[in-house]
């Protein structure tokens, strides 16, 4: 499998997320809406990452961090993608930290009352937007990779 087959591969995984995230929206089931938003930008970036390097991704949920361990990569970096990328990523990153506060762990401690999960329509509706913003600035940067 090549690094662009794998990076198809992310991609179909992110376009789902965010389908999905899209199906709960219009079913008013809105605190799942900015996990899968999450998920999705975290697996795109792993795609990108695998698709710029050859390697496999790091093994994190934290969107933040994968976007950096991307601009790490001097074969992501030197090209004029990674440039941009780089360039850009301050109009994103308040975004991408936003998307880790709604990641929901079930690891033993980080309990919390299942009701302070619950968001309001405005607020789903919102994260579901921008994140569709970063994932098309995201998209941008494999046109004519393959």
Known sequence: MTSYEKYEHWLTLSRYDIDTAKILLDAKRYSYVPV??????????????????????????????????????????????????????????????????????????SYKKFSDRFIEEKVALEIYNNTLKLLTWLESFQVGLK
């Open 36 to 109: 899968l938003c999450q998920q999705s930008a975290e697996r795109l970036l792993k795609g990108m990452f695998v698709c710029h390097t050859g390697k496999e991704s790091n093994k994190s949920h934290n969107v933040p961090f994968l976007a950096n361990k991307l601009i790490e990569s001097i074969t992501f970096i030197e090209t004029e993608a990674g440039k941009r990328f780089e360039k850009e990523k301050d109009d994103y990153e308040e975004l991408m930290v936003d998307l880790m506060f709604y990641y929901m762990s079930d690891y033993p401690f």
